[in-house]
């Protein structure tokens, strides 16, 4: 395969011209293009985006989401520690590079790499930096790599036209402990999979033919048509539905039921263990904590005060009318509700 094209060195570009370089390239004559970090969603499996989504605002009928912003920006401070940590572990010479490259046979790839590496026998590959949080480090550990980061690395592999790849993924402040980096070979089996995806990509932006959410999360499925379709309106007309989509509805009706019945149990439960719970509290008065052992076990009672601190809403209206209207922050939201009615 040959190498890659350099379209232009984005070093000093402002964010909106690297964008517009990224989109169309820096003549603005790429129709479509794809990115390395679109990968992931085209693919449906991105935690973020829906191939719908990106779709749109590839399309220019949605605006990009600004999901994540801080943690965005956050990642991006990170990269240099991680980069450099790597270096320390590995024994690798990190370089910066800032070219937009475009793949060698697909124009629409574009990519825009982290870092480059290069070992001590004169290998070169891709460095991909990331961060993440203790809660997510999980995902990384035992050499384990994010599904999602592993398409945006083959892809890059394949733009670059080089046959391995490293990540550089930090959580913490100990890089012994809160540090890994896990690598990746060029894999062309894998890397003719992500092409084929991208062509079919490609052709449904040319051909108008927007994704569906099939095989995409259901929770993110349904944050996405929110975003895309926004508030219902009271003066929309009634819809008819297809009879293929009566079994979904009954199962969502069920199913709704049972939550409602679920819920009243609870409600129950919780108003008879307040019911028991005033004479416990009587003889705890200020204790903490209280025992009670039978010749099987040992009851173990928590009385613990916590303390929370929320704003006063109606004296923050009062006495700050104006600073009370600036801090109301609308929240929309949709469920898909059924009943059934009998006829």
């Not at 930096?129 to 050499?143: Q, R």
Request: charged content about 30%.
């Amino acid at each position: 395969m040959a190498k890659p094209i350099l379209l232009c060195d984005t070093k000093g570009m402002d964010y909106d011209r690297w964008l517009e370089c990224r989109e169309h390239g820096p003549d603005a004559n790429i129709e479509y293009t794809v990115g390395g970090s679109d990968i992931a969603t085209i693919f449906g499996v991105s935690p973020w985006l829906t191939p719908l989504d990106l779709w749109l605002i590839k399309k220019g009928r949605m605006k990009p989401t600004n999901f994540n912003e801080k943690q965005k920006k956050m990642g991006h401070m990170l990269e240099p520690i991680a980069a450099y940590w790597y270096g320390e572990k590995t024994g690798n010479i990190v370089t910066d590079d800032t070219g937009l490259y475009q793949h060698a046979d697909y124009p629409y790839a574009l990519a825009n790499f982290d870092r480059r590496f290069t070992e001590p026998s004169g290998k070169n590959g891709i460095l991909e930096c990331k961060s993440t949080t203790f809660h997510k480090a999980s995902e990384w550990h035992d050499e384990a790599i994010p599904v999602y980061y592993e398409f945006q690395l083959r892809y890059y592999l394949a733009v670059a036209d080089v046959e391995i790849g490293d990540f550089a993924c930090l959580w913490g402040n100990n890089p012994d402990n809160d540090f890994v980096n896990p690598r990746i070979t060029r894999d062309k089996f894998k890397e003719n999979i992500i092409f084929e995806k991208l062509n079919e990509w490609i052709w449904s932006l040319k051909n108008d033919k927007p994704p569906t959410m099939a095989d995409v999360d259901p929770k993110l499925a349904l944050a996405s048509l929110a975003r895309i379709y926004g508030a219902s309106k009271s003066e929309m007309p009634t819809i008819e539905f297809p009879k293929k989509h009566e079994r979904a509805l009954r199962r969502i009706a069920l199913l709704q039921n049972e939550n409602s019945e679920y819920q009243n149990s609870i409600n129950k439960n919780e108003k008879e263990i307040e019911s028991h719970s005033v004479r416990i509290a009587e003889l705890m008065e200020k204790h903490e904590h209280g025992i009670l052992e039978t010749t099987t076990d040992k009851l173990l009672i928590d009385f613990v005060t916590k303390t929370t601190r929320r704003v006063n809403s109606d004296i923050l209206k009062k006495n700050h009318p104006d600073v009370y209207q600036e801090c109301l922050k609308p929240s929309e939201s949709r469920k898909v509700k059924v009943k059934i009615e009998p006829i």
